[in-house]
């Protein structure tokens, strides 16, 4: 049977502010010591009481706005209560009740096509700290304490895990160029819920909750691991799939089921009396709304969404022909990323080494897309594909043409190596003697003459299968 | 008894509740759990008493977070014989010209009654709740006892007003606390709660209603049945959030810790079983159950909407009426008893009390009675008191 596979997200953010969201502590990122950026409110100590800061609300309402989403007016925050070390007042400051921005709408476009992600609403709320443990003794770390995080929570909208990373991978752009978040390592937290069902069908399967993931490809690995698990358990009842919190280990590839008491936790979620609802007048709205950067680049949205870094799109859209030689590649067939690292490593070192710059115009999308090309399918190696290119650039060469010439063209039929083989035997019969003496060594030696002969075209291991069948002729 | 936990200047003019910090005095709230907990601030009020030139003479006990009937159950100066408020005494003696308080269930205003002093417990929002051990942020409310109504109007001058550090403060900067003529007002005599009072109450309830008659106020006796139901109310909020604020006190950071423990679950349990007292379980227990996913919907949401109503019936009222006359206490002295039976004492008590914290009104504990105004009416609560003052002086 063919399924379907059906995901949510929760992403939590780690905003740019100055400070903490309920007091005036700074600096957590740079803190080198535990508990350096902390302050009686943040450490949950009595008399004190936390104090909204602003620049949270823009920033979560500017995040709103580049997710289409509606601007409550009027919002409120919640207590959610649990114990643990690291959350010093015993519970976390939220939104539950009327969360900032709810109903949005991003469009996530991939290779199976775009589609319409609805987001369900955005909140804010405060981080925890971290427990370090040390031998028999465990001790908290307070630095992380309500520093500002929005959460943005999906409807069950994805079908894939490309869509899924590449939503993230839009996020991160978004959020960069509108100064809402670095999204350094760590800075962004995602929970994916997920669930199969028939192709098809309308009904939800049974849907499990994998937590607290911040690399993508950890996200992605996860999704394809979990999503396996429930198609084996409705196809081959392999188990009985329960609604779940799970969490995923990298180092196997797989997911474990979390304590259940976890998933069962009755947090108790309450109005908080000490923190007054905060109300968006028209007047605030515009002010955020003119703050946020008129348009954000769609290009560098894009490119990110690719999941190139931000110092590579900084160097791509520093130069015109550089984006467009990317571009030009891209829409011949090309992946973006790894074209990107074609243009921005490889033709920028043999550029310089000869001379000369993109502007010259000697590497064009056709001729990078076609190396591009040959290696991603195999036909030559990467190293042959740099040397292609140097080709390329020094001599302006046609790229197939000058593999099929120089013999590069991994996929030579053996008849070809067979003649090259038989030609390094006869010009060694030393070396040939003294295999069949009992020297191994002298294999190597036979292979590395016939290496040499192909111009590294070929497939190694069929080389030297070769080899050994006509030495033990 | 020694009114303070914590003495701090012989010549001080003022006391201090233990449910308020002052930077580098140890503070507890009368609870074990605060052991040895001193804080690195001080309370805005005390702060803004200090800057003006008052002295603090020292730290008043209270009862564990102020939940019990008049400080009867502080874990470092337990009560017996006919109870009585630490600051309260400490005012009525003379030692100190006036202290401060924080009123979140009527305990203040119940010992002020008692010990024959004044308690304000002024409009929600107008004195800063920064440095106050908080236990129900929603209606607690810092107020001031003092020997008479001039001396509570001189201490409000100094504290109230906006505090950014409190996001509950209301942005006004100053309030005004002048002692004002009070001919032609009209105050309601609440009959309902007069009668479920002892006969020595009834007598000040009257006899205070005479006084204020002379001084050319009309009375009226009217019925009221929203004390009963805005008690049932804040009860559930108060216990709600008092649990919910008093979770941080888990032996991981500050204060008393168990010494026997082999596990985060254990030093939780532990450390909280011997860190709070009875009547602090049972406002947990209570608090806990009405938050919980079952009962939330019925106990804790219905109160918030209780709220609503109580608060736009009691606004009708203070279309008709200046001022509600109430005892501020069913009974005129308590004698000690077991901390067993403080939640039921307690709860029937607050029925004076808990409106005014429900819904933020200020309310005045003076010669054993109790008056309530409507928001931002503090001033003319302290004049009807002062205008009883004067005739009894």
């Not at chain 1, 911040?214 to 198609?231: G, L, P, V």
């Not at chain 2, 001193?38 to 939940?67: D, I, M, N, W």
């Not at chain 2, 349990?269 to 049972?282: D, I, P, Q, S």
């Not at chain 2, 909407?305 to 200046?322: H, M, N, P, T, W």
Request: proline share 3%; charged share 25%.
């Amino acid at each position: 049977m063919k399924y379907e596979l059906v995901m949510g997200l929760e992403t939590h953010v780690e905003l740019s502010t100055e400070s903490k969201i309920f007091c005036s502590c700074g600096g957590h990122s740079a803190a080198n010591e535990p508990n350096d950026c902390v302050c009686p409110a943040c450490s949950g100590m009595p008399g004190m009481l936390p104090v909204m800061n602003k620049r949270v609300v823009e920033l979560a309402v500017t995040a709103g706005l580049m997710l289409n989403c509606d601007i409550n007016r009027y919002t409120t925050f919640d207590k959610k209560n649990y114990y643990y070390p690291d959350l010093p007042c015993a519970y976390q400051i939220t939104q539950i009740n009327h969360p900032i921005c709810t109903n949005g709408l991003v469009t996530v476009k991939t290779s199976q096509g775009a589609r319409d992600i609805r987001i369900k609403q955005i909140h804010m709320e405060e981080d925890a700290g971290k427990l370090v443990h040390s031998g028999n003794s465990s001790y908290v770390d307070f630095n992380r304490t309500s520093v500002p995080l929005i959460e943005i929570v999906t409807q069950p909208d994805f079908r894939s895990a490309e869509e899924v990373v590449t939503y993230l991978n839009k996020l991160k752009a978004m959020f960069r160029s509108g100064g809402i978040s670095e999204c350094e390592e760590g800075a962004m937290r995602c929970d994916v819920n997920i669930s199969v069902r028939p192709e098809g069908s309308e009904e939800f399967g049974v849907r499990t909750e994998i937590k607290n993931m911040s690399s993508f490809e950890a996200i992605e690995k996860a999704i394809q691991y979990e999503s396996q698990r429930h198609m084996d358990a409705l196809e081959f009842d392999t188990e009985e799939l329960v609604q779940e919190t799970r969490r995923y280990d990298d180092a196997s590839g797989k997911t474990f089921a979390m304590r259940n008491k976890e998933t069962e936790a009755d947090y108790r979620y309450f109005p908080d009396a000490n923190l007054m609802p905060i109300v968006i007048d028209d007047e605030w709205l515009e002010r955020i709304k003119a703050d946020k950067p008129v348009a954000v680049d769609e290009k560098a949205e894009e490119y990110m969404a690719a999941g190139i870094s931000q110092k590579e799109i900084d160097v791509l859209l520093s130069d015109g022909k550089i984006s467009k030689l990317l571009d030009d590649t891209v829409a011949l067939g090309c992946d973006r990323k790894d074209s990107a690292t074609w243009i921005l490593t490889d033709c920028a070192g043999v550029l310089s080494k000869a001379g000369k710059t993109f502007a010259d115009g000697v590497v064009t999308a056709e001729k990078l897309s076609a190396i591009i090309k040959m290696v991603a399918d195999g036909t030559i190696n990467r190293n042959a594909g740099k040397k292609v290119l140097i080709a390329v650039v020094e001599q302006g060469a046609e790229p197939v043409a000058y593999c099929k010439e120089q013999g590069l063209d991994r996929k030579v039929d053996a008849s070809a190596i067979e003649g090259v083989i038989d030609g390094v035997l006869a010009a060694n019969p030393k070396a040939v003697e003294d295999f069949k003496a009992g020297k191994v060594k002298a294999m190597g030696a036979l292979f590395g003459a016939c290496m040499k002969e192909l111009k590294g075209a070929g497939d190694p291991a069929v080389i030297k299968q070769l080899l050994e069948q006509k030495l033990a002729q | 008894m020694n009114q303070f936990a914590v003495m701090m200047n012989e010549k001080g003019n003022i006391a201090v509740d233990d449910t308020l910090l002052i930077k580098d005095v140890p503070a507890t709230a009368g609870s074990r759990i605060l052991e040895g907990f001193t804080p690195l601030f001080s309370a805005e009020a005390v702060e803004r008493l200090q800057q003006k030139g008052y002295t603090v003479a020292g730290k008043t006990h209270v009862g564990e977070f102020g939940l019990d009937l008049v400080g009867e159950f502080s874990y470092y100066a337990p009560q017996s014989g006919a109870l009585q408020g630490a600051a309260a005494s400490a005012v009525a003696a003379g030692d100190v010209k006036a202290a401060l308080g924080v009123d979140m269930n009527g305990a203040p205003r119940r010992a002020a009654a008692l010990a024959g002093v004044d308690f304000l417990k002024p409009t929600y929002g107008t004195v800063s709740r920064y440095g106050v051990i908080s236990c129900a942020a929603s209606g607690e409310q810092v107020g001031v006892y003092g020997k008479d109504a001039k001396n509570v109007a001189e201490l409000m001058a100094v504290i109230a007003g906006h505090d950014p550090k409190d996001g509950t403060s209301l942005k006004n900067e100053t309030y005004d606390y002048t002692l004002a003529d009070v001919q032609g007002k009209k105050v309601a005599l609440v009959t309902d709660l007069l009668q479920k009072a002892d006969e020595a109450t009834r007598a000040k309830v009257l006899a205070f209603a005479d006084e204020l008659k002379a001084a050319g106020v009309e009375v009226v006796e009217i019925d009221c049945d929203l004390f009963a139901l805005a008690n049932t109310a804040w009860q559930i909020l108060m216990c709600a959030e008092t649990c919910n604020n008093v979770s941080r006190y888990d032996g991981v950071k500050y204060g008393h810790r168990a010494a026997d423990y082999k596990n985060i679950d254990e030093l939780y349990v532990n450390t909280r079983t011997e860190g709070f007292n009875f009547l602090t379980k049972a406002v947990i227990l209570y608090g806990s159950d009405v938050l919980s996913k079952h009962r939330y919907k019925d106990c804790y949401d219905k109160s918030l909407r209780v709220r609503r109503v109580v608060s736009e019936a009691i606004d009708r009222l203070f279309g008709q009426y200046d001022a509600l006359l109430t005892p501020a206490a069913f009974a005129a002295s308590f004698d000690a008893y077991e901390v067993k039976d403080a939640f039921g004492k307690v709860f029937a008590q607050s029925e004076c009390t808990a409106v005014a914290n429900l819904i933020g009104i200020p309310a005045l504990a003076c010669h054993g009675v109790q008056l309530l105004g409507k928001a931002f009416d503090d001033a003319l609560l302290l004049s009807l008191a002062a205008a009883v003052e004067k005739k009894g002086e």
